[in-house]
């Protein structure tokens, strides 16, 4: 089954870029057709879908979110990464990453990381 495990630092400073990966066993990033999802929960706000990169290295982000947002990836080792430029702290979140089949604010999504608090704060 696949699994995927979200990892980067769960501290970062205001107007500086929050970094994190996401690893994936049991399932390749580059399969058919297949998107891996960036989302994240603020304190007591719903889920807000962040972006995604395909299968093929496209990739796509939420409106409110492109001008700040990069998603990459690392096929030889099987990750997937996100980066959010110039954070406040209302970035502050719970991240996760996440496999769906459809790219743009997916409705379901299949297997899920089990998040990853990143605070922003001086």
């Known amino acids: 089954q696949v699994q995927l495990q979200e990892s980067g630092p769960g501290l970062v400073k205001p107007s500086q870029t929050l970094s994190l990966t996401c690893a994936v066993s049991?399932?390749?990033?580059?399969?058919?057709?297949?998107?891996w999802n960036w989302i994240r929960r603020p304190p007591g706000k719903g889920l807000e879908w962040m972006g995604a990169?395909?299968?093929?290295?496209?990739?796509y982000y939420s409106p409110s979110l492109k001008s700040r947002t990069s998603m990459s990836r690392d096929t030889s080792k099987n990750q997937f990464t996100l980066q959010l430029r110039s954070v406040t702290p209302e970035d502050t979140a719970v991240y996760y990453c996440a496999r769906s089949d459809s790219p743009g604010t997916p409705k379901e999504y299949d297997y899920w990381g089990q998040g990853t608090q990143v605070t922003v704060s001086s």
């Open positions: 049991g399932g390749s990033i580059t399969s058919n057709y297949y998107y």
């Open positions: 990169i395909s299968y093929s290295g496209s990739t």
